[in-house]
């Protein structure tokens, strides 16, 4: 397999070619968790991915139909997770990174069993109240005596994010507000054998990722590579190997990853999955141009990915125009203009802006030349 068809295969794997009908609940679970620090550039990965998604839509489906949740998950990282999926991922992915956590929690002055009592205060805060804000939850629990100074709340949120005991509901003032998970998604499924969980969370991520090996599972969800090879070695009646340009990978032969069609361009956003979902992101992204999307500081920035390789980074000016500013690596050929002014249109579309982008409403510093 040579690296443009790895690439093919990733970017098809990945719905980067845009199947229709796909909507954002059912990209999200496809993808088993889309990274959310950014809430906006999550929402912008589900354009990317699908003709049906808007802005609009992606709100309607985390705040009014709950279908999608959005907390902290894999890697300890805030998350857009299908509903059916945040019970049991958390309960498989929350306790190595909870035993973790607890140091840090101790440095914020939460020893001993501050931590519980803390997660406790919150469960019969929202109980009583309702959504609260993070400033509100500050100001309640350090009227209880809990210390919420400089990062102290977050983690104390975070922590009661992982024990799957609240998650991000709607916004208050402009505010993100906090609920309690039961009351947010009521339907508990079946807690899940830990062994049988991994395997499941392995066939997720190769659906998504195919094809990938153990490693990558490791570096997506946060668990161990011994964990991560477990779990491929209980799926290999159901896999197949195959040579990837540096070694063996595997996909699942039930179902394939569709490889994605010659001349495929997305506008990725900040935090994209294809960019994170693999530990080694050499095939889709080019040593000599990785700081330029991955400049350090936990920063990822926009890439214009053209057949599954990173070619140059992006921006949105301010509103009302936002058009797009393109900075690329290299000489950028007239199909791939054209395809950026599409997407462009595409995202006037996703922002409930029909029309408004056209031909040539996008911008860069090196313009687009025949390669």
Known sequence: MTADELRA??????????????????????????????????????????????????????LDERAIVWTWAMRGTLHLLAAEDVRWLLELLAPARIRRARGRLAQLGHEGDTPERAVAAIEAL???????????????????????????????????????????????DGAPAFVLLRDWVPEAPAPRDRDAALAELARRHLAAHAPAEPRDLAAFAGVTVTEARAAFEALAGELDEMEGPEGPLWALRA????????????????????????????????????????????????????????????????????????????????????ALDAEAADMARFDGRPGEASSGSWSSSSPPTTS
Do not use: N
């Open 9 to 62: 295969l990733r970017t098809g794997a990945q719905r980067l070619h845009r199947p229709r009908g796909a909507t954002a609940a059912g990209l999200v679970r496809h993808l088993t968790g889309v990274q959310a620090q950014d809430l906006p550039s999550a929402e912008l990965a589900l354009r990317a991915r699908g003709t049906e998604p808007t802005a609009a839509s992606v709100r309607a489906a985390r």
């Open 126 to 172: 929202l109980s009583a109240e309702g959504p609260l804000t993070r400033a509100e939850l500050a100001e309640r629990l350090a009227a209880r005596g809990f210390r919420t100074e400089g990062q102290a709340t977050v983690h104390l949120l975070w922590l009661a994010a992982m024990r799957a005991v609240i998650c991000h509901g709607p916004e208050r």
């Open 255 to 338: 179902a394939p990853p569709p490889a994605a069609p010659p001349g495929t361009v997305r506008l990725l956003p900040s935090f994209d999955p294809y960019l994170l979902g693999w530990r080694d992101r050499g095939p889709a992204l080019p040593a000599e141009h990785a700081r330029k999307v991955f400049p350090g500081g936990g920063w990822l920035h926009p890439a214009v990915v053209v057949d599954g390789r990173a070619v140059g980074t992006w921006r949105r000016g301010r509103r009302p125009e936002r058009r797009l500013e393109v900075e690329p690596f290299e000489l950028l050929a007239p199909a791939v203009s054209a």
